[in-house]
């Protein structure tokens, strides 16, 4: 019986996946491969090494329920899919296409190698749309996300009924070379600090679904407001799912299509949803036609941006210890949990970059490493929009204020009490800037400034107007 190769990557799921689909109405015998390559992409981070082992748990055990076995392996993408076609006598391989620089590369090399002998067939899965469909009236790509957008909307819905493959199609040899989940190595070993992540996810197919009904059925009707209140659990939370390609943005759209036809009254909060599932579109839409996005400034005039060089402020704001209790609270969401709301990621970066004057990279590095969602075209994307050199970026005058930040988006506290717990007795009064508060109230809540909570490592209003100097000397000719 003719044989298939089924090359599973950032599509971690057996519903919408049209590379499965395709092999499965092709007829032919199918195996189905995972492939670990660290050493022509760039390595996963902790948290995302830990996403993963889950993740390809749960796609194990949904195609052994369609009577099939998930095939893993460790090494060299190119050179292992090589193999397997020779030995196994392969006419076809079926892949879902990714965006990323590297990856996209990879696919370039593999469909070289393997062509004529091998058909090589890859399809569009992690994207509503395909970067190079959407394009201006001249076929040059968009730089601003509002007519990209529009555009987007002018096109047929991109969604589809989540309607899963049929079992019995799956080809269940042992392939000489693959290894167990546990020999690839990507959880952690000492210390474990992964327990967060266990209380706080359920990666895989089943849990992105549990993820996005729950949403439709609490949140998406004040999707609008409560999602810049990082206290209220205001956001569907699936973009770790989206990232492995546990469910589709397709499905997504056509699940949210669906609850707007049942509940009219829904429809604002899951437009400014679907608008965000765009936005997501739209990072990787940059990072394919600039595909140097990663390593240079969108602004090529930030090239010269004089950024200055401090470990020790890297440090103390990866750790939660910067005396600003909304960046502290962000912070330590995100180590615990491996995610940070939205609307603090967005003051966390803009105090790293602006008030401290750390290169958005060492940002982008160190949400890379602790975000279970941590995604090249997104991180990249939004740390360069932080930064003021991306696209779409605010005026590098706008700064934001953390203090007030944190006065109008968590105007009780109740996230800060969450996260930084030495803050928790304090008044809503004096909690976003403790050290405005009388020293009887803080001996009250068991505040000890400089002791168990630190001093503001910058004050604001010298850090902005040191900012605002900095774009100012910035070279006028740089890139």
Same mark, same amino acid.
């Given at each position: 019986?003719?044989?298939?190769?089924?090359?599973?990557?950032?599509?971690?799921?057996?519903?919408?996946?049209?590379?499965?689909?395709?092999?499965?109405?092709?007829?032919?015998?199918?195996?189905?491969?995972?492939?670990?390559?660290?050493?022509?992409?760039?390595?996963?981070?902790?948290?995302?090494?830990?996403?993963? =082992?889950?993740?390809?748990?749960?796609?194990?055990?949904?195609?052994?329920? *369609?009577?099939?076995?998930?095939?893993?392996?460790?090494?060299?993408?190119?050179?292992?899919?090589?193999?397997?076609?020779?030995?196994?006598?392969?006419?076809?391989?079926? *892949?879902?296409?990714?965006?990323?620089?590297?990856?996209?590369?990879?696919?370039?090399?593999?469909?070289?190698?393997?062509?004529?002998?091998?058909?090589?067939?890859?399809?569009?899965?992690?994207?509503?749309?395909?970067?190079?469909?959407?394009?201006?009236?001249?076929?040059?790509?968009?730089?601003?996300?509002?007519?990209?957008?529009?555009?987007?909307?002018?096109?047929?819905?991109?969604?589809?009924?989540?309607?899963?493959?049929?079992?019995?199609?799956?080809?269940?040899?042992?392939?000489?070379?693959?290894?167990?989940?546990?020999?690839?190595?990507?959880?952690?070993?000492?210390?474990?600090?992964?327990?967060?992540?266990?209380?706080?996810?359920?990666?895989?197919?089943?849990?992105?679904?549990?993820?996005?009904?729950?949403?439709?059925?609490?949140?998406?009707?004040?999707?609008?407001?409560?999602?810049?209140?990082?206290?209220?659990?205001?956001?569907?939370?699936?973009?770790?799912?989206? =990232?492995?390609?546990?469910?589709?943005?397709?499905?997504?759209?056509?699940?949210?299509?669906?609850?707007?036809?049942?509940?009219?009254?829904?429809?604002?909060?899951?437009?400014?949803?679907?608008?965000?599932?765009?936005?997501?579109?739209?990072?990787?839409?940059?990072?394919?036609?600039?595909?140097?996005?990663?390593?240079?400034?969108?602004?090529?005039?930030?090239?010269?941006?004089?950024?200055?060089?401090?470990?020790?402020?890297?440090?103390?704001?990866?750790?939660?210890?910067?005396?600003?209790?909304?960046?502290?609270?962000?912070?330590?969401?995100?180590?615990?949990?491996?995610?940070?709301?939205?609307?603090?990621?967005?003051?966390?970066?803009?105090?790293?970059?602006? =008030?401290?004057?750390?290169?958005?990279?060492?940002?982008?590095?160190?949400?890379?490493?602790?975000?279970?969602?941590?995604?090249?075209?997104?991180?990249?994307?939004?740390?360069?929009?932080?930064?003021?050199?991306?696209?779409?970026?605010?005026?590098?005058?706008?700064?934001?204020?953390?203090?007030?930040?944190?006065?109008?988006?968590?105007?009780?506290?109740?996230?800060?009490?969450?996260?930084?717990?030495?803050?928790?007795?304090?008044?809503?009064?004096?909690?976003?800037?403790?050290?405005?508060?009388?020293?009887?109230?803080?001996?009250?809540?068991?505040?000890?400034?400089?002791?168990?909570?630190?001093?503001?490592?910058?004050?604001?209003?010298?850090?902005?107007?040191?900012?605002?100097?900095?774009?100012?000397?910035?070279?006028?000719?740089?890139?």
């Amino acid at each position: 019986m003719p044989r298939s190769l089924l090359w599973f990557r950032q599509d971690l799921r057996v519903i919408d996946n049209s590379a499965l689909d395709a092999a499965v109405n092709q007829g032919n015998a199918i195996i189905a491969v995972y492939i670990l390559d660290e050493e022509n992409l760039r390595a996963l981070g902790g948290a995302s090494r830990w996403w993963l =082992h889950h993740s390809l748990a749960a796609l194990q055990a949904d195609i052994s329920g *369609l009577g099939g076995t998930l095939h893993l392996f460790h090494g060299n993408s190119q050179s292992i899919l090589s193999e397997l076609c020779a030995a196994n006598d392969l006419s076809t391989v079926h *892949l879902s296409r990714c965006y990323e620089p590297d990856a996209a590369a990879l696919e370039q090399r593999v469909y070289k190698v393997l062509q004529p002998a091998v058909d090589v067939h890859r399809y569009c899965g992690t994207l509503l749309f395909e970067p190079e469909s959407i394009v201006k009236d001249d076929n040059s790509p968009y730089k601003v996300f509002t007519p990209f957008y529009k555009s987007c909307l002018r096109r047929p819905s991109p969604g589809r009924a989540p309607v899963p493959p049929d079992a019995g199609n799956w080809f269940n040899d042992t392939l000489p070379g693959s290894c167990t989940l546990e020999e690839l190595n990507l959880l952690p070993v000492a210390p474990d600090w992964a327990g967060g992540l266990r209380d706080t996810w359920q990666p895989g197919g089943q849990g992105a679904h549990h993820k996005l009904q729950h949403f439709l059925a609490e949140a998406v009707a004040d999707y609008k407001t409560d999602r810049d209140i990082p206290a209220i659990d205001g956001t569907s939370q699936v973009s770790p799912h989206l =990232h492995f390609g546990e469910i589709s943005p397709r499905v997504i759209w056509h699940q949210v299509e669906q609850a707007v036809q049942q509940n009219p009254d829904i429809q604002e909060g899951a437009t400014a949803y679907l608008r965000e599932l765009v936005w997501r579109d739209f990072a990787y839409y940059l990072l394919h036609h600039w595909p140097t996005l990663p390593t240079d400034p969108f602004r090529p005039e930030f090239a010269g941006f004089p950024w200055q060089d401090d470990e020790q402020l890297r440090k103390v704001w990866s750790k939660g210890q910067t005396g600003y209790p909304l960046v502290d609270a962000g912070m330590r969401q995100l180590w615990h949990t491996g995610w940070m709301h939205n609307r603090v990621r967005m003051v966390v970066a803009s105090f790293l970059v602006k =008030h401290c004057l750390q290169h958005w990279k060492h940002g982008e590095a160190w949400f890379w490493d602790t975000l279970v969602d941590a995604d090249q075209a997104n991180n990249t994307a939004s740390w360069q929009w932080a930064a003021g050199c991306g696209a779409d970026a605010a005026p590098y005058f706008r700064i934001f204020n953390p203090t007030l930040q944190s006065q109008k988006f968590d105007a009780k506290g109740d996230y800060i009490r969450q996260y930084v717990p030495e803050l928790a007795a304090l008044p809503a009064k004096y909690i976003h800037e403790p050290g405005k508060a009388p020293a009887q109230v803080l001996k009250d809540a068991g505040v000890e400034l400089g002791v168990n909570y630190p001093f503001p490592v910058v004050e604001h209003k010298m850090a902005r107007e040191r900012a605002l100097a900095a774009h100012k000397a910035m070279p006028k000719n740089s890139g």
